[in-house]
């Protein structure tokens, strides 16, 4: 992985982004169709902000990453994915393949709990993920999955587990490289639902919240379902 991070400067394309305009040949695909029409762009989420984690060298895709604000509306997540991919495209008009993971907060960007996924290849855009709804949220639960959407508080508490290792990070942004292609078709989500929290650094985060180390392990694993549970699912 490139340790080189780009972070773009998407103040500026958002306007454009909303607008609909720096309209050029690398924006359109193989029939000529606009790639970013300015109706799919209706409801991105301002002040979102975009890192390029891998330039796409080597036959991999550009990788990037999207942080909005936290409290992003489902219907938001699309747009916001075809935003990025618009203002990374621009930056990379040459790559065929451009894959955008999109996070609410930077400490879920951190954690790898995407709230969807948008790519472009071969002259394509798919957006997968989304949030699910209540009655989802709620028929898990009763199968011994409860999920939760986070608070400020469940921000600080995934924070606090992830900065008491120095592995959990990239071995879960590793893991989100299974999601690449995943438009294609359905994946198994089984493995993404669980966290492999170290028991020490379970232990280390708790102490420094004040909490009970079960009740922080169930609370950061409430979170992960909320976000992975819709993961590769169209949109």
Request: net charge positive; proline share 6%; no cysteine.
């Amino acid at each position: 992985m490139d340790k080189k991070i780009i972070i773009l400067a998407i103040l500026a394309a958002v306007g454009g982004v909303a607008l609909g305009i720096f309209r050029s040949p690398e924006r359109k695909n193989a029939q000529g169709q606009d790639l970013f029409p300015p109706e799919k762009l209706l409801g991105y989420v301002e002040n979102t902000r975009i890192s390029v984690k891998e330039d796409g060298k080597g036959g991999r895709p550009v990788l990037a990453v999207a942080v909005t604000p936290l409290g992003i509306k489902p219907e938001q997540v699309s747009p916001t994915g075809y935003g990025a991919l618009k203002a990374i495209h621009r930056s990379f008009p040459k790559a065929d393949w451009v894959s955008v993971f999109i996070a609410e907060d930077s400490a879920m960007a951190e954690a790898s709990n995407w709230v969807g996924m948008a790519e472009l290849r071969s002259g394509k855009v798919t957006v997968t993920g989304g949030i699910p709804t209540q009655a989802q949220i709620d028929s898990l639960g009763k199968l011994g999955q409860p999920f939760r959407r986070p608070t400020a508080e469940d921000l600080k508490a995934v924070s606090a587990v992830f900065d008491s290792t120095g592995t959990l990070a990239p071995e879960r942004w590793d893991l989100s490289q299974s999601l690449l292609g995943a438009g294609s078709g359905r994946i198994d989500k089984s493995h993404f639902l669980n966290l492999d929290m170290q028991t020490n650094a379970l232990h280390a985060a708790a102490k420094a919240l004040g909490k009970d180390p079960k009740q922080l392990q169930a609370q950061v694993l409430g979170v992960t379902r909320f976000y992975w549970s819709k993961a590769g699912d169209p949109l």
